[in-house]
């Protein structure tokens, strides 16, 4: 068990900052901030600058460093750096979803050939302890489905457009001030920021490691108002939605916008909030819900994952390869795709047409298409429509 963790600090942006407030604020025994490596050395350092670093090796190469929280935006640079830790035998604590999504199976092996924790709370949810929980609490449990609101940013625009119809760009500049979105925001809006989430989720959930590439990811980037209109009108939300649903046929995993009634208990997460919905054999039907972006609450799961090292805290894996063989891409699932134009309809063909009507100057379409199809078609045409998942 590690007597007293001494901290390297990766990245001073809105995480990294906000776990160094926290461990300024809560003087707590036996663990001690060393040193913080920043990237640009054209910001103003005022605040305790004896800390800062502009060299990796810094922090990689100081013998009494043996834990670096990897808190940066560039997954490439993460990697580089998360790799070289674990192989000089450092615990690593990190946020990064996308480096994790990406090199998950390789830096978790090494994690455990070195014997050291590679810990990621705040990864997924922001402040919401999601991954401890299936680890911990459900580890003994089969679960059925998980679906999460798992990107802040996202849920926020849909909550803001849905309040009063406004630019869509404004939104996400709101998004980028309050240090919720990603560098690149199209992470977000595009929905691979959930993808590489529920990537992690389903390890720990279902034991089942996907790849990017095998998950379906629907952004909300092309919703129109009357999109809005449309589930209003219906007396829906629309909520981005990362989708695991375990059954006899396999895994089927997506992200996706999803149509949901507005009795059901996800339509009330609002803005930056996020929730996942655990249905399982034993517990039944679960909803962890809090904040899932931002300075504070996302540093507040760092904090937690920094306390469980002092306790020697690493992660079982307990599903781990379970159900590895058993993901199945194929459901069909019924979608509502919108458009102004006929041509952008063109690449979707319907398995079972429902609904084929004219409504103002649009078309709305409700159909029946497999997961796969509709990944294809997607990646094929890159169609400039709003597709979301509908209720059956
Ligand atoms: N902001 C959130 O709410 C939130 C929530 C959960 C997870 N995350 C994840 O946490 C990580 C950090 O996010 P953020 O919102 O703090 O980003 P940010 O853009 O606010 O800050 C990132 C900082 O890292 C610095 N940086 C980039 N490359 C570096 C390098 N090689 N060495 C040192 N510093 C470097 C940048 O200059 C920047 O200051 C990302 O992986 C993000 O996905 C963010
Ligand atoms: N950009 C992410 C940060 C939290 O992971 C979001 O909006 O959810």
Same mark, same amino acid.
């Given at each position: 068990?590690?007597?007293?963790?001494?901290?390297?600090?990766?990245?001073?942006?809105?995480?990294?900052?906000?776990?160094?407030?926290?461990?300024?604020?809560?003087?707590?025994?036996?663990?001690?901030?060393?040193?913080?490596?920043?990237?640009?050395?054209?910001?103003?350092?005022?605040?305790?600058?004896?800390?800062?670093?502009?060299?990796?090796?810094?922090?990689?190469?100081?013998?009494?460093?043996?834990?670096?929280?990897?808190?940066?935006?560039?997954?490439?640079?993460?990697?580089?750096?998360?790799?070289?830790?674990?192989?000089?035998?450092?615990?690593?604590?990190?946020?990064?979803?996308?480096?994790?999504?990406?090199?998950?199976?390789?830096?978790?092996?090494?994690?455990?050939?070195?014997?050291?924790?590679?810990?990621?709370?705040?990864?997924?949810?922001?402040?919401?302890?999601?991954?401890?929980?299936?680890?911990?609490?459900?580890?003994?449990?089969?679960?059925?489905?998980?679906?999460?609101?798992?990107?802040?940013?996202?849920?926020?625009?849909?909550?803001?457009?849905?309040?009063?119809?406004?630019?869509?760009?404004?939104?996400?500049?709101?998004?980028?001030?309050?240090?919720? /979105?990603? !560098?690149? *925001? %199209?992470?977000?809006?595009?929905?691979? @920021?959930?993808?590489?989430? &529920?990537?992690?989720?389903? +390890?720990?959930?279902?034991?089942?490691?996907?790849?990017?590439?095998?998950?379906?990811?629907?952004?909300?980037?092309?919703?129109?108002?009357?999109?809005?209109?449309?589930?209003?009108?219906?007396?829906?939300?629309?909520?981005?939605?990362?989708?695991?649903?375990?059954?006899?046929?396999?895994?089927?995993?997506?992200?996706?916008?999803?149509?949901?009634?507005?009795?059901?208990?996800?339509?009330?997460?609002?803005?930056?909030?996020?929730?996942?919905?655990?249905?399982?054999?034993?517990?039944?039907?679960?909803?962890?819900?809090?904040?899932? /972006?931002? !300075?504070? *609450? %996302?540093?507040?799961?760092?904090?937690? @994952?920094?306390?469980?090292? &002092?306790?020697?805290?690493? +992660?079982?894996?307990?599903?781990?390869?379970?159900?590895?063989?058993?993901?199945?891409?194929?459901?069909?699932?019924?979608?509502?795709?919108?458009?102004?134009?006929?041509?952008?309809?063109?690449?979707?063909?319907?398995?079972?047409?429902?609904?084929?009507?004219?409504?103002?100057?649009?078309?709305?379409?409700?159909?029946?298409?497999?997961?796969?199809?509709?990944?294809?078609?997607?990646?094929?045409?890159?169609?400039?429509?709003?597709?979301?998942?509908?209720?059956?």
């Amino acid at each position: 068990m590690p007597q007293h963790l001494t901290i390297g600090l990766f990245g001073f942006g809105s995480v990294g900052s906000g776990i160094y407030h926290l461990l300024k604020k809560k003087t707590i025994p036996n663990i001690e901030l060393k040193t913080i490596v920043v990237k640009n050395p054209d910001k103003p350092r005022s605040k305790d600058a004896k800390h800062f670093s502009y060299q990796p090796k810094d922090i990689l190469e100081d013998k009494d460093i043996n834990v670096v929280l990897e808190l940066i935006d560039d997954a490439d640079a993460a990697y580089s750096i998360v790799k070289k830790a674990l192989e000089k035998r450092k615990h690593v604590i990190t946020a990064n979803k996308k480096m994790l999504a990406e090199h998950f199976q390789e830096l978790t092996a090494l994690a455990q050939k070195q014997n050291v924790s590679l810990l990621y709370e705040a990864s997924v949810c922001g402040s919401i302890p999601v991954i401890r929980t299936l680890e911990e609490s459900f580890g003994q449990d089969s679960i059925k489905s998980l679906r999460a609101i798992s990107n802040g940013t996202c849920n926020y625009v849909l909550t803001r457009l849905f309040q009063n119809p406004q630019p869509f760009d404004r939104i996400i500049t709101d998004a980028q001030k309050h240090g919720f /979105a990603e !560098s690149d *925001p %199209t992470l977000d809006i595009d929905s691979w @920021d959930s993808k590489f989430k &529920l990537i992690i989720s389903n +390890y720990h959930a279902f034991g089942v490691l996907n790849t990017p590439e095998d998950i379906l990811n629907l952004g909300i980037r092309h919703i129109k108002p009357e999109d809005i209109e449309f589930a209003k009108e219906k007396n829906f939300s629309i909520k981005v939605l990362g989708h695991s649903e375990l059954n006899d046929d396999g895994l089927n995993a997506f992200v996706a916008p999803q149509f949901i009634k507005n009795n059901n208990l996800l339509t009330s997460i609002e803005f930056e909030n996020n929730a996942v919905q655990i249905d399982a054999e034993f517990a039944q039907q679960q909803l962890l819900q809090g904040k899932g /972006a931002g !300075s504070i *609450p %996302t540093a507040s799961a760092v904090l937690s @994952d920094v306390i469980s090292l &002092l306790k020697d805290y690493t +992660y079982s894996y307990s599903k781990a390869e379970a159900n590895s063989s058993k993901f199945n891409p194929d459901q069909l699932i019924k979608v509502y795709i919108s458009s102004y134009d006929k041509k952008d309809l063109t690449p979707f063909k319907f398995k079972n047409e429902i609904v084929c009507g004219t409504r103002k100057q649009l078309e709305y379409k409700i159909g029946k298409l497999s997961i796969k199809d509709l990944k294809h078609q997607f990646e094929a045409q890159s169609a400039k429509v709003f597709v979301a998942v509908f209720p059956d």
